[in-house]
């Protein structure tokens, strides 16, 4: 059965040109996947054993964690986010920055780890430069990535004086990688974001410097890295003004739309701007900014119309002068979008939208703070709606938010009391369902206004099930961070538990088996969550049509509560392992449910029952134990 995936297509304002010094004559990093044999051992990565985070005590329930992933870089001690891209099969890929020292500078490492479903390794991926005289190896900021539809990573960087495009096979190899130059010969290139494009291949933006005034490019290469145009944008949709773009989406049709702000210089003043070109490369239409004298556009989301929203952030007047306003402003090639919705003119404002996505009804989602963290909503017409909030609004920021396809929304975000990031759960009236933290003690983040839309110490995904990952640092004992990726269950818990409590185990609790996902055979989303088990204990779970009750089965210390024919979760990489927290999930496939000598794919009407069996100890003596089961019919 086919499974219909979300691809990461380009996330608005992946990394955005900061206007560093330029750089002394480039240096190219080694490209190589980890493990990997190398004369230089200086470069490694290591996986880290996190037990599951606690809840914030503001929740309204417990979020439904799967697992955490934590990994730290040597010699490299800190590490930052970013981006977080859904990869093949129900994985997740991390891009992140490796600093030498806690300043962000130094010797800079990207580093790119992808998990599978389950949150195991499947591969490692580093490019490295030595540190520079400015402080920053690989430009600094200059990093961004996107996935096709098929999972495979596109990832782009800057080099002294150039860029990159590296495109990767679903094992991390590298299939191709181009140098990009501005299409004009322009010096001091840097591509600063990457989409993949719905019927094949990739495009990139970035812009150069001439003198002082910035040009903007974007360039379009097949699947197989063939380059099939490129174009400068030596002038705003206003005027003849330089560009600098922030990100790039492209729409159902192929456009491209390239967008960001542009600069007069005079005076250090710029306005929003974005342009649109068709598959083949020709400038279809443009447009401009102006609801203040300095303003950008610093996130943009596409609707499944193809209609395109924008967020403009400014001020009114001069450079970072008066009241920090807001602005969304619609974009459509038919003509059918609202524009110039005023969110709001805040006095002295100056970090406060960090993101935007759609609701499937149309409604716009921006993630804004004023003092506390709040949802923006405008609805498609232009409506303004009343905002989101958390529980007690507490004082802190968003930083992103996700629109799931029922309708509800995720977002991650800070609290300043306690000190920590955080993600939470929307309901699709607004009620907050669940809040939880991510990565424990929260690493204070550089700052960067939106017109600059960096990421700082978080970010979240989703794939193409509606499950949805997220990203943090943790501080670590040396002084530097590590990054966490944890994956969050959305929909459920599903089925009905039966032949329970199961029989106490060595923690004085029995162990339990919960459900979550959909039961919706179509979207093949199940996920098995066991929880109450003893740390380090190897766990199988086990499938079947039929109930049964069989009391210490071969010895076992509990009850299995399966009859007929048994299926056990046992290739490689099912076989789970409970972590500190005394949980472990599995991902099921539908389509390959285990038999005693073979699969099967389950279909719509049939109900399957599941239940974990894991290894325990009563006193010195080695034992087995079982949780309840769980019953699911599939609709």
Same mark, same amino acid.
């Given at each position: 059965m086919a499974k219909n995936r979300t691809p990461d297509y380009g996330r608005c304002g992946a990394d955005a040109v900061l206007g560093l010094p330029r750089h002394p004559p480039e240096r190219f990093p080694s490209l190589r996947r980890l493990p990997y044999t190398t004369t230089r051992p200086r470069l490694s990565i290591t996986i880290l054993s996190l037990a599951a985070p606690a809840p914030l005590l503001l929740a309204q329930a417990d979020a439904p964690f799967a697992w955490s992933q934590g990994y730290e870089h040597s010699p490299e001690p800190v590490l930052q986010p970013v981006d977080l891209l859904a990869g093949p099969d129900g994985g997740v890929i991390s891009i992140s920055r490796a600093w030498s020292n806690g300043s962000l500078q130094g010797a800079a490492e990207i580093v790119v780890v992808?998990?599978?479903?389950?949150?195991?390794?499947?591969?490692?991926?580093?490019?490295?430069?030595?540190?520079?005289?400015?402080?920053?190896?690989?430009?600094?900021?200059?990093?961004?990535?996107?996935?096709?539809?098929?999972?495979?990573?596109?990832?782009?960087?800057?080099?002294?004086?150039?860029?990159?495009?590296?495109?990767?096979?679903?094992?991390?190899?590298?299939?191709?990688?181009?140098?990009?130059?501005?299409?004009?010969? /322009?010096?001091?290139?840097?591509?600063?974001?990457?989409?993949?494009?719905?019927?094949?291949? @990739?495009?990139?933006?970035?812009?150069?410097?001439?003198?002082?005034?910035?040009?903007?490019?974007?360039?379009?290469?097949?699947?197989?890295? @063939?380059?099939?145009?490129?174009?400068?944008?030596?002038?705003?949709?206003?005027?003849?003004?330089?560009?600098?773009?922030?990100?790039?989406?492209?729409?159902?049709?192929?456009?491209?739309?390239?967008?960001?702000?542009?600069?007069?210089?005079?005076?250090?003043?710029? +306005?929003?701007?974005?342009?649109?070109?068709?598959?083949?490369?020709?400038?279809?239409?443009?447009?401009?900014?102006?609801?203040?004298?300095?303003?950008?556009?610093?996130?943009?989301?596409?609707?499944?119309?193809?209609?395109?929203?924008?967020?403009?952030?400014?001020?009114?007047?001069?450079? +970072?002068?008066?009241?920090?306003? +807001?602005?969304?402003?619609?974009?459509?090639?038919?003509?059918?979008?609202?524009?110039?919705?005023?969110?709001?003119?805040?006095?002295?404002?100056?970090?406060?939208?960090?993101?935007? $996505?759609?609701?499937?009804?149309?409604?716009?989602?921006?993630?804004?703070?004023?003092?506390?963290?709040?949802?923006?909503?405008?609805?498609?017409?232009?409506?303004?709606?009343?905002?989101?909030?958390?529980?007690?609004?507490?004082?802190?920021?968003?930083?992103?938010?996700? /629109?799931?396809?029922?309708?509800?929304? @995720?977002?991650?975000? +800070?609290?300043?009391?306690?000190?920590?990031?955080?993600? /939470?759960?929307?309901?699709?009236?607004?009620?907050?369902?669940?809040?939880?933290?991510?990565?424990?003690?929260?690493? $204070?983040?550089?700052?960067?206004?939106?017109?600059?839309?960096?990421?700082?110490?978080?970010?979240?995904?989703?794939?193409?099930?509606?499950?949805?990952?997220v990203a943090g640092r943790r501080q670590t004992t040396t002084g530097g961070t590590s990054l966490t990726t944890a994956k969050l269950l959305q929909g459920g818990p599903v089925g009905t538990a039966y032949c329970g409590p199961a029989v106490p185990n060595s923690t004085g609790a029995p162990g339990q088996l919960r459900v979550f996902g959909t039961d919706v055979r179509s979207l093949d989303n199940l996920t098995l969550l066991a929880t109450d088990l003893p740390a380090g204990s190897a766990v199988m779970m086990l499938a079947s049509q039929q109930q049964g009750l069989v009391f210490q089965p071969g010895g076992s210390s509990g009850v299995l509560c399966l009859g007929g024919t048994i299926g056990r979760y046992a290739a490689p990489g099912q076989i789970r392992h409970v972590t500190g927290a005394g949980s472990t999930s599995l991902q099921l496939d539908l389509d390959t449910i285990p038999r005693p000598n073979s699969v099967y794919s389950a279909v719509a009407g049939q109900t399957w029952s599941f239940q974990a069996w894991y290894r325990d100890a009563s006193g010195s003596v080695a034992t087995s134990n079982f949780t309840q089961a769980v019953a699911v019919p599939l609709q």
């Open positions: 992808a998990l599978d479903a389950n949150g195991d390794p499947l591969w490692n991926w580093e490019a490295t430069s030595p540190a520079d005289p400015w402080g920053f190896g690989l430009e600094g900021q200059y990093v961004a990535g996107a996935t096709d539809d098929a999972g495979r990573l596109y990832l782009t960087y800057s080099l002294p004086m150039q860029s990159r495009l590296v495109a990767f096979d679903h094992h991390g190899s590298v299939r191709w990688q181009r140098s990009i130059t501005e299409p004009s010969g /322009a010096p001091h290139y840097h591509t600063t974001c990457v989409a993949t494009n719905p019927t094949g291949g @990739v495009h990139v933006g970035g812009s150069a410097y001439v003198d002082t005034f910035p040009i903007g490019a974007v360039h379009s290469f097949d699947a197989d890295g @063939v380059l099939l145009w490129e174009q400068s944008v030596a002038q705003s949709p206003s005027g003849p003004v330089s560009s600098l773009p922030f990100g790039l989406l492209i729409g159902p049709g192929g456009e491209s739309y390239l967008y960001g702000q542009h600069d007069f210089f005079t005076g250090y003043s710029y +306005f929003g701007c974005l342009h649109v070109f068709s598959p083949s490369g020709n400038l279809l239409a443009g447009l401009g900014g102006g609801s203040s004298i300095e303003s950008a556009f610093c996130h943009a989301a596409l609707d499944s119309n193809g209609g395109l929203s924008l967020v403009e952030t400014g001020y009114t007047s001069g450079f +970072f002068g008066g009241d920090r306003i +807001f602005r969304l402003t619609g974009f459509s090639l038919s003509g059918s979008a609202p524009t110039g919705v005023n969110l709001a003119s805040v006095p002295g404002a100056f970090y406060s939208v960090r993101d935007l $996505a759609v609701l499937p009804n149309g409604d716009r989602l921006i993630a804004h703070s004023e003092a506390t963290p709040r949802l923006l909503r405008v609805a498609h017409d232009g409506t303004q709606l009343t905002p989101w909030t958390l529980p007690g609004n507490p004082p802190g920021e968003l930083f992103g938010v996700l /629109a799931m396809p029922d309708g509800s929304a @995720v977002v991650t975000g +800070f609290l300043d009391a306690p000190s920590r990031t955080f993600y /939470a759960r929307f309901d699709p009236t607004g009620v907050i369902e669940w809040i939880g933290d991510v990565s424990g003690v929260h690493v $204070a983040f550089w700052p960067q206004r939106e017109a600059l839309p960096v990421p700082t110490d978080y970010d979240l995904t989703q794939d193409d099930r509606g499950n949805v990952f």
